[in-house]
T-cell receptor, first 114, second 115 residues
Framework: SQQGEEDPQALSIQEGENATMNCSYKTSINNLQWYRQNSGRGLVHLILIRSNEREKHSGRLRVTLDTSKKSSSLLITASRAADTASYFCATEPINTGTASKLTFGTGTRLQVTL | GAVVSQHPSRVICKSGTSVKIECRSLDFQATTMFWYRQFPKQSLMLMATSNEGSKATYEQGVEKDKFLINHASLTLSTLTVTSAHPEDSSFYIC???????????FGNGTRLTVT
């Protein structure tokens, strides 16, 4: 399977704490993306980092990418109860043609409690 | 922002019947749409890539005669689960690409229950 692995599978933290999720993948990539999924809903795109980038920020999100280790991390700072969701990394391998054929990781279920 | 509408959100059907799920891009044209299947607490598994005006490309292990995909226009793709069985019960999600190399926009998914 080419599916990426994420860890931890589940993470429970208190509001205000930081949450870090890690993603490892297997193939060379064009970019890596992080998505969020609320229970029973579709996915929402959070951030995209290209293979030639090492770090990217968006609001309370910080993403790193290490292509030599084929790994990425997503940091959510000052977490809120509304951040409770599942988070997936997704990779776009090189040479996929004209369509963004993404491979999704196994996901991290984040629970933020008050 | 780009919106993808997926309908229905929930459907319950009897074994042996067929179910059609629609995926529409509301404010952009999508030459490519993707269909996924997701089991509880698991990741998304790509089923097929739907290309406007041509046949869908199915992933290995996905029965094309079982999961019929039609992408008749730049804003609509449909997935029909034919002769549904209880093992087809799952969460089906579509996504659309507004332009090459841009993030995907996802529908809210369809919860299919086959009794």
């Amino acid at each position: 399977s080419q599916q990426g692995e994420e860890d931890p599978q589940a993470l429970s933290i208190q509001e205000g704490e930081n949450a870090t999720m890690n993603c490892s993948y297997k193939t060379s990539i064009n970019n890596l993306q992080w998505y969020r999924q609320n229970s029973g809903r579709g996915l929402v795109h959070l951030i995209l980092i290209r293979s030639n980038e090492r770090e990217k920020h968006s609001g309370r999100l910080r993403v790193t990418l290490d292509t030599s280790k084929k790994s990425s991390s997503l940091l959510i700072t000052a977490s809120r109860a509304a951040d409770t969701a599942s988070y997936f990394c997704a990779t776009e391998p090189i040479n996929t043609g004209t369509a963004s054929k993404l491979t999704f990781g196994t996901g991290t279920r984040l629970q933020v409690t008050l | 922002g780009a919106v993808v509408s997926q309908h229905p959100s929930r459907v319950i059907c009897k074994s042996g019947t067929s179910v059609k799920i629609e995926c529409r891009s509301l404010d952009f044209q999508a030459t490519t749409m993707f269909w996924y299947r997701q089991f509880p607490k698991q990741s998304l598994m790509l089923m097929a890539t739907s290309n406007e005006g041509s046949k869908a490309t199915y992933e290995q292990g996905v029965e094309k005669d079982k999961f019929l995909i039609n992408h008749a226009s730049l804003t609509l793709s449909t997935l029909t689960v034919t002769s549904a069985h209880p093992e087809d019960s799952s969460f089906y999600i579509c996504s659309a690409e507004s332009s090459y190399n841009s993030p995907l926009h996802f529908g809210n998914g369809t919860r299919l229950t086959v009794t």
